[in-house]
């Protein structure tokens, strides 16, 4: 998977993202942004990607959690 190199090192993404940073002045805090986007775009789909890993390996704990969510969702109030 592409997304486990970049854990592997570092100092290559955090290399690139300082040097466009210090060259391209205002524009650096739009890189930043969108970096920050993309790392939490990838931790979102990691997260989901495990929580449908546990559903299918622990199926009557994902059935209780979804007996659970359902009876909180009857009775919240709007």
């Known amino acids: 998977m592409p997304e486990q190199e970049d854990r592997?090192?570092?100092?290559?993404s955090a290399?690139?993202?300082g040097g466009s940073r210090a060259t391209e002045g205002a524009g650096g805090a739009v890189d930043w942004e969108a970096?920050?986007?993309r790392r939490r775009a990838r931790f979102l789909r990691e997260l989901a990607e495990a929580r449908a890993l546990r559903d299918r390996v622990q199926p009557r704990r994902?059935?209780?959690?979804?007996?659970?969510h359902a009876m909180r969702m009857?009775?919240?109030r709007w």
């Open 35 to 37: 970096e920050r986007r």
């Open 8 to 12: 592997g090192n570092p100092s290559a």
């Open 62 to 68: 994902a059935k209780a959690a979804r007996l659970r």
């Open 15 to 17: 290399g690139a993202a």
């Open 74 to 76: 009857r009775t919240f």
